[in-house]
């Protein structure tokens, strides 16, 4: 093959036209061909210690992967790939990658070039693979017996990689389908469920049993879990909504983005009256942040036939913690941003219902803990956004139906539980927690760096307690 | 696969199934819910837990067919399955011995107040219940009441058994000759609205057991939020039962009418199918 000189851009991915794709569900990115992917992978400059690897926090080999795709060898890229994560075809979609590994890429360091479009690459083999028959392993699961309470991204990178470790893994989880926010909160347009639900059938192929409508704290209690598993790694997310509690947040017509998302996504809201569960019919919306949650939020209530869609966020476009792509996916597909702008009250109609949100205007004053410039309201700046639904984006906390009746496990002062980040061990031994319920709202790939480190942990746990076990 | 091993038709347009459900029979107490979902399309929909017997693995369930889903629901046959049940849910009424206790249930309420009748009973309270209904035929559980009150009051709309009459009316004839220390009324909102304001003028603490709008049930959505004492809670994990004064009624009645359009819809769908398929 002749050399081609190489691009100083990223070889672009197709993606639905945005007039048309604001009225479906359908994924907005189309995903490369082998040939694009190819193309792509020869931009690599192939380095040693590669600062993307680093910069990972399952620490892919990425050079490793992509070479494979260069040579056209996607099950070599794959089993690079299947070394490292459990889930590619999810991070390769749902990752910020501009501050990961494509923020350090060397290429993208020098001034003409983008950085190698890692996360479109990753995506590309993990798509090949869903593609190929799921090999079921007979698990032998002799090393022990480990219980995961919560299947999201952390929980299922934990079971997966116990499972290949040689343990009998059992995950729980309460909702009557397994993914966590995978299912629940990432829709369908930058998600497809039957991805997620491919790579959770690839977990399951390795040995781990997951079930469903398993409530830990009600359904089964922690002692019994702690009775019965050699341990156990405690990953239920951070899912308990917020409420700024302004006045009128309880009229009809005023939802927490989980809920939003939650009927759309985990019970098909969309397709309603053909699945049962409804989701308001919408003219106006409001959608109050400026995270993924906000823009998911948004981008799903133009989808359900919104005329107006404006997102409120109290601090800049500079600020804003969205991903990159989201936030201009969004801006294509119509979606009205109010910058510098708070929400302080709902008001209704005498039926109870939202008619209009009233905002105030804010300015940046000095900067907070964080480093970022807190916003402060405009006395006399006050005006109203007119809209029949407002969605609260502003974040989760953890939500304390299992840590309530497991009060022996040490929380920290915003209410997650105590652990560390190197070892996710609790305060208590045999238990280990990570992900969003250790750090609040993150980012999938931290939720499954944090379920790989587990799973290392609770490996040597089990096995040093075997050995000390052992008859002298 | 939660499988229905036992059907029953109660009264018109109210049925009790016993569900396979072991975990949760082992773990229900009086208050808690389950919450069901039919089949894959279903919606899921939050169920009181009206009784257990953990031996057997058996949940009882009692429901009346309001809409879509319970229309479904009265149609899924013994040796059937349901998708889904997940439970228990919400926090389990405080039960202990109080003394002098009134409870008093209204229409299929009465099946969620049977399981707080039994407990109470049981941790040796005398035990007034008061229930209420529009006939004879839908008021259910009479005789097991029956045998867990010290006395059972009957009430109805068109006086075919008991008094004729709405069930404040027996609670204040209770209250005059009776000195109660707690009181728990269940059963369609306003009914509840109007105990708690009864109960409110004899200073008599009451317990009621909301049903607000739920999706997921385990505190992850806030569907179900109600201001209780001026603010949010999530009736699924920090109820479903509260002190009555301190629900805000008004709001709680208007929030529960949110989907009224949507769920006549369903319902005309799914007749519609019903009457051309069978």
């Known amino acids: 093959m002749a050399k081609v000189k190489r691009s100083y851009t990223k070889t672009p991915m197709k993606e639905q036209a945005p007039e048309v794709r604001c009225h479906n569900f359908e994924e907005v990115a189309l995903g490369y061909s082998l040939e694009e992917g190819q193309l792509e992978a020869s931009r690599c400059l192939q380095c040693k210690n590669a600062p993307c690897i680093e910069n990972c926090p399952v620490m892919i080999d990425i050079p490793g992967f992509i070479k494979a795709i260069e040579e056209g060898d996607m099950p070599r890229a794959y089993e690079v790939l299947g070394r490292y994560t459990n889930l590619p075809a999810i991070c390769g979609r749902v990752c910020p990658q501009e501050k990961q590994c494509e923020m350090v890429c060397r290429l993208g360091r020098s001034k003409k070039f983008e950085p190698v479009a890692i996360g479109k690459l990753e995506r590309l083999v993990a798509d090949w693979a869903l593609d190929q028959p799921i090999e079921y392993k007979e698990v032998v699961g002799d090393k022990g017996k480990v219980a995961i309470i919560g299947s999201g991204p952390s929980g299922l990178t934990a079971a997966g990689d116990l499972a290949k470790l040689g343990y009998e893994v059992i995950v729980y989880e309460a909702l009557h389908a397994p993914g966590g926010v995978l299912t629940y909160g990432i829709p369908e347009f930058r998600l497809p469920k039957k991805v997620v639900n491919n790579e959770i059938e690839r977990i399951k192929a390795q040995g781990v049993t997951i079930e469903t409508n398993v409530v830990v704290g009600k359904t089964i209690t922690m002692d019994e879990i702690l009775e019965e598993f050699d341990a156990c790694y405690l990953s239920v997310g951070a899912g308990a909504p917020n409420f700024q509690g302004i006045k009128g947040t309880s009229l009809k017509g005023v939802y927490s983005s989980s809920e939003y998302l939650t009927r759309i996504n985990l019970m098909h809201g969309y397709q309603f009256p053909k699945y049962d569960t409804p989701v308001q019919e919408s003219k106006n919306v409001v959608v109050i942040g400026g995270g993924n949650v906000a823009m998911d939020a948004a981008r799903s209530a133009k989808r359900l036939g919104a005329e107006n869609v404006s997102i409120v966020y109290r601090r800049s476009l500079a600020e804003l913690p969205a991903r990159e792509e989201e936030y201009h996916h969004s801006v294509e597909e119509g979606i009205n941003y109010h910058w510098l702008t708070n929400p302080i009250e709902y008001v209704g109609d005498e039926e109870g219902r939202l008619v209009a949100v009233k905002c105030i205007q804010m300015e940046l004053g000095e900067p907070d803990d964080s480093g970022r410039r807190r916003p402060v309201a405009i006395p006399g700046s006050e005006f109203i956004i007119e809209a029949d639904t407002a969605i609260e984006a502003i974040g989760q906390g953890a939500n304390k139906v299992l840590l309530d009746t497991f009060p022996e496990l040490a929380l920290n002062k915003w209410g997650y539980i105590d652990a560390s980040e190197e070892t996710c061990a609790t305060s208590i031994p045999g238990v280990y927690a990570g992900g969003d319920i250790v750090t609040g709202a993150a980012t999938v790939i931290l939720a499954m760096g944090a379920g790989k480190i587990a799973a290392n942990e609770i490996d040597n746990y089990v096995q040093n307690k075997k050995l000390q076990e052992q008859p002298v | ?278």
């Open chain 2, 1 to 278: 696969m939660f499988k229905v091993v036992k059907r029953k038709e109660l009264a018109p347009i109210e049925f009790e199934i016993l569900v396979e459900a072991p975990r949760i029979a082992n773990k229900a107490k009086p208050g808690q819910f389950v919450i069901l979902r039919i089949d894959e399309f279903g919606e899921r929909i939050p169920l009181t837990v009206v009784d257990v017997d953990p031996e057997a693995g058996l949940v009882r369930l009692i429901f009346q067919v309001i809409g879509k889903s319970t229309a479904q629901l009265s149609k899924v046959m013994e040796g059937e399955s349901l998708a889904d049940v997940v439970g228990p849910l919400g926090k389990p009424t405080e039960i202990e011995n109080f003394g002098t206790v009134m409870l008093v249930g209204g229409g299929v309420g009465i099946a969620a107040l049977f399981p707080i009748v039994k407990g109470l009973k049981e941790a040796g309270n005398r035990v007034i219940t008061i229930l209420g209904a529009k006939t004879k035929d839908l008021l259910i559980l009479r005789d097991e009441c029956q045998e867990f009150s010290d006395e059972l009051i009957l009430m109805t709309d068109d006086g075919s058994i008991g008094q004729k009459g709405l069930v404040t009316q027996a609670m204040e004839e209770v209250f005059a000759r009776e000195d109660i220390h707690t009181a728990w009324a269940i059963g369609p909102s306003i009914m509840m609205k109007f105990c708690t304001i009864t109960a409110q003028k004899h200073d008599v603490p009451i317990y009621v057991s909301l049903n607000p709008i739920m999706i997921d049930g385990t505190g992850m959505c806030g569907g179900c939020r109600v201001t209780v004492a001026d603010s949010i809670k999530f009736a699924c994990v920090d109820g479903p039962e509260f002190l009555g004064e301190e629900v805000d009624w008004d709001e709680f009645i208007s929030r529960m009418q949110q989907y009224r359009p949507e769920e006549m819809q369903a319902n005309e769908i799914y007749e519609k199918q019903v009457s051309q398929n069978g």
